[in-house]
């Protein structure tokens, strides 16, 4: 599982130039030794979004993933 996630979120990471900012959506930066920075939103609903694409993924399950699979998010 931990693999796929972050397959998933490098796949997306690399199409990803920026996050779209609406109120109520904020976005944090991630990396990896395997990508370039990225972006990763949380959308009014709470999921997180890549590349302007909802994840249907809860934002927090979805960084915490991120960063088991040793991208690091945030400052």
């Not at 796949?11 to 990763?40: H, M």
């Amino acid at each position: 599982m931990k693999k796929s996630v972050l397959i998933i979120a490098l796949f997306l990471g690399l199409a990803v130039i920026s996050c779209k900012n609406d109120d109520g959506v904020s976005c944090t930066t991630c990396s990896s030794a395997e990508t370039s920075d990225f972006q990763v939103c949380e959308e009014k609903d709470g999921n997180a979004s890549v590349n302007g694409q909802n994840t249907g993924t809860p934002y927090d399950t979805y960084v915490s993933g991120l960063e088991s699979a040793g991208a690091n998010c945030g400052g």
